[in-house]
C-alpha cells in the first residue's frame, strides 16, 4: 500500500493561531489527525476588537508551541510529512506574514514542498473534512469579514455571484452585540440572548432586499440597531433587539440564497444541487435551520462543516493543501503575503460609496 500524504497546516491570519496535520484514508477521505487552535480572546478582549500588533506578537509567542503540539498530538514522526501549507491571505499582514514565514521555514528544513493556501479556500473546502464533496457546488460563505456567494467549479476556480457591498455578517453580529453592550468577542452571543427575545418585536430595515440580485448589504442594519439602543432600557428589551436583528438577518440570507440558487442553477445546470455554507457564522444555528429548510424546499443537498470547523482553523488549511499537493501544485519560498485576495479574481470590487447595483 502506498504511503498517505501527510500534510501540516497552519493558520494565523487573524487572531487565532492554529495548526493540524491531515491524511487521508484508502478511499481517499481526508483524515484530520491532530487540529489545534489557540484563541486569543484574552489578549484582544479590553480593546474591544482585533488589535493587528498584539495578534501578531502572540502569533510569534506562540507558533512553534502550537505546531509542536499537533505534531505531537497526530503521533507521526516530523519527517513523515509530505508537505507545509500555510494562510497566505486574505487577512492581517502582520498576523499572516508569522504563519507564513513559518511555514516556509518548515518546509525548506524538512525539504519538502511548500503550499499557499488561500483563507477562504479553507473555508470553502472545510466541509471536506467530514463529508464526500464532489465539484461543482454553490458556497455560501459567511464570517467575520466576507460574505458571498459563489459557484465552486473546481480547486481553484470560483465564480462570484453576489458580495456584501458594505459589512460581513460576522461583522454586522459583532457590532450588534458591541451596542447590546456584550464583551468581544460578541457575535456568537447574539444568538444566545436571541433566544430570550421576541423575533417579532422591532422592525429592521433590509437594504437592498428587491434589488442587486444575490447581492448583501448590512450597514444600515446596523444604523438602526445603533438608533434603537439609545432608546431601550430594560434587559428583556436587549433580548427582543437580539432577537428582531437575528431574524432580519435570516429573511434577508432566505431571500438571497433563493436568488442565488436560480443564478447557480443558469451557470453551471449542475446534475446533484448542493449547497455548502461555510465561515464562523455558519456555526448560527438558527440561520443553520432555516437553510436546511429552504434546501429542503428547493430540492438542494444542505452541507455543513461540523461547528467546530465552521470558525478559524487549520484542518481546512491542510485540506487545501492535501488537494493541492495531490495536483502537485508548489509554491515558491518567497510567495508574499496578500492582505487581500479574492477568490474570484476577475469579480469588480463592490464596496463603498456609490456602489451601482
Ligand atoms: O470564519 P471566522 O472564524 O473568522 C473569519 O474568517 O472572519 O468567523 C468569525 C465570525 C465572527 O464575526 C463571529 O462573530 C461570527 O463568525 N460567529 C457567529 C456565530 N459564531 C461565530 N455569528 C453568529 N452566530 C454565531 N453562532
Ligand atoms: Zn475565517
Same mark, same amino acid.
Given at each position: ?15 487565532? #493561531?492554529?495548526?493540524?496535520?491531515? #491524511? ?62 500555510? #494562510? ?17 521555514? @518548515? ?6 514542498? @511548500? ?79 436571541? +433566544? +430570550? ?32 439602543? +439609545? ?23 432566505? +431571500? ?5 440558487? #436560480? ?40 452541507? @455543513? ?24 501544485? @508548489? ?27
Amino acid at each position: 500500500m502506498s504511503k498517505k500524504p501527510l500534510i501540516l497546516g497552519i493558520e494565523s491570519s487573524c487572531d487565532e #493561531t492554529a495548526a493540524s496535520i491531515i #491524511t487521508e484514508n484508502d478511499q481517499g477521505n481526508p483524515i484530520v489527525l491532530s487540529n489545534i487552535v489557540s484563541s486569543q480572546v484574552d489578549v484582544h478582549k479590553e480593546f474591544g476588537g482585533v488589535v493587528p500588533e498584539l495578534a501578531a506578537r502572540s502569533h510569534v509567542e506562540k507558533i512553534d508551541l502550537i505546531v509542536q503540539k499537533a505534531i505531537d498530538e497526530s503521533k507521526i514522526d516530523i519527517k513523515e510529512i509530505d508537505a507545509v501549507a500555510s #494562510t497566505a491571505g486574505p487577512g492581517l499582514i502582520v498576523c499572516l506574514s508569522v504563519g507564513l514565514s513559518f511555514g516556509k521555514t @518548515f518546509a525548506a528544513s524538512l525539504n519538502k514542498p @511548500f503550499i499557499a493556501v488561500n483563507h477562504l479556500e479553507g473555508h470553502a473546502l472545510s466541509p471536506k473534512l467530514n463529508s464526500k464533496l464532489n465539484y461543482p457546488y454553490l458556497l455560501l460563505l459567511i464570517s467575520g469579514g466576507h460574505s458571498q456567494y459563489l459557484s465552486v467549479k473546481n480547486l481553484g476556480e470560483y465564480k462570484r455571484l453576489g458580495t456584501t457591498i458594505d459589512d460581513a455578517i460576522g461583522e454586522a453580529f459583532d457590532k450588534t452585540a458591541k451596542l447590546l453592550g456584550i464583551e468581544f468577542p460578541g457575535g456568537p452571543q447574539v444568538e444566545v440572548l436571541a +433566544k +430570550k427575545g421576541d423575533p417579532n418585536k422591532y422592525n429592521l430595515p433590509k437594504p437592498i432586499f428587491n434589488k442587486g440580485g444575490c447581492n448583501l448589504s448590512f450597514a444600515g442594519l446596523k444604523t438602526a440597531i445603533l438608533n434603537i439602543t +439609545k432608546q431601550i432600557k430594560t434587559e428583556q428589551e436587549k433580548f427582543d433587539l437580539a432577537a428582531s436583528f437575528q431574524k432580519t438577518v435570516i429573511e434577508i440570507l432566505h +431571500k438571497k440564497t433563493k436568488i442565488a440558487f #436560480t443564478e447557480f442553477e443558469n451557470q453551471i445546470k449542475p446534475k446533484e444541487k448542493k449547497f455548502v455554507v461555510a465561515g464562523g457564522v455558519a456555526a448560527n444555528k438558527e440561520i443553520r435551520n432555516m437553510l436546511i429548510e429552504l434546501c429542503k424546499e428547493e430540492n438542494y443537498k444542505p452541507i @455543513f462543516p461540523p461547528i467546530e470547523l465552521c470558525g478559524d482553523n487549520a484542518a481546512m488549511i491542510a485540506m487545501v493543501g492535501l488537494e493541492k499537493f495531490k495536483l502537485k501544485q @508548489f509554491d515558491n519560498l518567497d510567495y508574499p503575503a496578500k492582505p487581500r485576495w479574492p477568490l474570484d479574481q476577475d469579480a469588480v470590487f463592490l464596496k463603498g460609496a456609490g456602489v451601482k447595483l
